[in-house]
């Protein structure tokens, strides 16, 4: 991070309010040293990014719930083996390798979190939010679920049971939310639009603004 | 090893302050730091237990303050010259210096799509049968390795159920450091919150964590 020929603007003994620029400069670089050497090819970069900005984020995701509310044989095929189910749909492959998808109840709430590091099911969700990866929710999910809920305005009657998934292996979980009152006439495409990422992480529940 | 990575249970760090309509990247350097973290994986050189390692053996302090690319990058930067790949004073001055070792495989734009859709399934079959079944009461280990793990802090010596037998998965805690997949089952396991936070814990709350055979003992 000490950069000394670039940054003199600041102290570098506490460059942590200068890291984004920082960081610009130190990635450029690492980016021009591998590439030198041909051991990466900037237009893989490109495509990894193109891949995650544009064909998969939570819609993949909101897909698969609202399968899921329309039909109870794909609900079922998801309770029992989540991988194949979600592949069915095209959803596969990097942080999604192992999936899981546990069914929100009228008793039960489910919260998933990663205490550890940033697991998170890339495949039907993206890439993860800022907040997911840092320590406030990493840290208080497992220990004050219903105070990091009121944070995204959340507030689960008060007998509701609230089971927290510390994705402390490889299993990959999505959060089924349960589906709105009054969506019976709906159609897959306009349930899935009632389906937010929070709801498939467990921050919100489906059918709120998110 | 207990390091700040491990962060289930510790307090002081303030609201969780979600963004709305938060964009994936909030600089062009994280969609570098991705890109080049995810091509640099495909070396074959080390293994995503060896990078998750890499990453909680930043210095507290730093990794605390840092935002999640960033933590990428610097374990990142770790890692090649660990393998062989890169020096830090190659990176400091942003010139090659060295020729650098071999890679397996460089990752090129055209083969993304399937290497992102193939990912890296960690599941491996084991002779054995599993020790402990749904509904089994187990007890966590009491281990403080200096190496990594999985079981969190917060979850060592903690009494709970068995929920489901998950199938037999890479143990990361040899393969972080070299030592082999050897490979284990792995088992949800429930316990409720007064069990591990004791007085005051809410009693409506349970909490599961994936645990590697190893983990777990029988009550």
Redo the contacts between chains.
Sequence with gaps: MHDHDHHQDHDHDHHHDNRYSDMQARVRALETVLSEKGLIDPGAIDAIVETYETKIGPRNGAHVVAKAWSDPDFADWLKRDATAAIGSLGYTGRQGEHMRAVFNTPDTHNLVVCTLCSCYPWSVLGLPPVWYKAPAYRSRAVIDPRGVLAEFGVTLPEGKRIRVWDSTAELRYLVIPERPEGTEGLGEEELADLVSRDAMIGTAVAGAAS | MNGP???????G???????KD?P??????E??????T???GA?GAWTIDES?HA?ENIPPA?Y???????IW?RA??VL?ERHG??TRA???????QN??AV?KR????D???G?????????RPVEAQPVFKPGDRVRTRNFNPETHT???R??RAKTGVVEAV??S??FPDDNAHGKGENPQW?Y?V?FD?GE??GEGA?P?????????ESYLERV
């Design positions: 990575h491990d962060l289930g249970g510790q307090m760090f303030g609201p969780v302050a979600p963004e938060e994936y990247f909030h600089a062009e350097w969609k570098r730091a991705l890109g080049i995810l091509s640099c070396f998750r990453r730093d605390l303050a840092a935002s999640y690319y960033e990058a990142l930067e090649l790949f890169a190659e990176v400091d001055v942003g010139v090659k020729e650098p890679p460089i990752l090129k734009a083969m993304v799509p290497v992102l859709a193939r990912g890296g399934p960690c599941d999985r079981l969190p917060y979850a998950q199938g998965y890479v792995v949800t429930v919150a591990i936070w809410d409506t709350l349970t909490v599961s964590i994936d645990a590697w």
